[in-house]
């Protein structure tokens, strides 16, 4: 078989949106050349498939390869790419038999050696493959993290070679065991920590029961930000979808993240209006 398709997915701020990655082998002069709107470290991702795939034990063809990013309109970045590419061209080349990677999707990064390195946002690629009903191949290192939603599932491998292994059916990859959610309510930063301060306390209250906003206003080192990161720790629990939420900003920011611990951030005095609510013309573009 001279072509290959492999399906991975994207990030566009909160969506995962899917990916195909079209391989083509072709006779000609040996080139490979990937076009699609990739960024840097997609087009370098071409030197690491190559060592990845020659030190996992396969040949890298010495023909003219075309791998195509659809859909071409949307900017691919990440390194995360590396996997489904490489599957594609072993593919391409029948060192891996055909029409065994149907309903999968693939992510994951790419060392010389072949070993899989871990992705930021794989909740909420996670999420994608489960509202489509894909299984879903990622390094070892992310495993944790999709396995925490239900009815998705999810295989993890340390090597190329593994996740080749497993499609050639000489040694099986088993789905990673679903571990749910472990809801963490307990707080870094509690309000009954705070000693006095009756009136400004009795404000926060009013304000986590009623759902308001609240702003404290005063000279530096009279503890409104003291006060307001003990916030989070009286309001209402989050739900199962804020929840979701909430961890896949924190995936793909590549930053831990407690299930069940309602968010607060603290920017700099100094932030403009700007920096606080983010831009960019994918963020103009893509608003709801």
Known sequence: MSLAKIYTRGL????????????????????????GLPEAAVRESKDRVRSAIINSGFQFPTKRLTINLAPADLPKDGSRLDLPIAMGILIATGQIPEGQTDNFEFIGELALDGHLRPSSGTLTIAMACQHAQHRLMLPKE???EAAQLPHIEVFAASHLKQVCEHFAETQKISATENVGTTLQQH??????????????????EIAAAGGHSILFKGPPGTGKTLLAS???SILPPLNHQENLQVASIYSIANLQHHFGQRPFRAPHHTASAIALVGGGDNYIDNID
Do not use: C, M, W
């Open 12 to 35: 566009l701020g909160l969506h995962a949106p899917q990916i195909e990655v079209e391989v083509h082998v072709s006779a000609g002069l040996p080139s490979l050349t990937i076009v």
């Open 142 to 144: 992310n495993a944790e």
């Open 230 to 232: 003990r916030l989070p």
């Open 187 to 204: 707080y870094k930063f509690d309000l009954a920590d705070v000693k006095g301060q009756v009136r400004p306390r009795r404000a926060l």
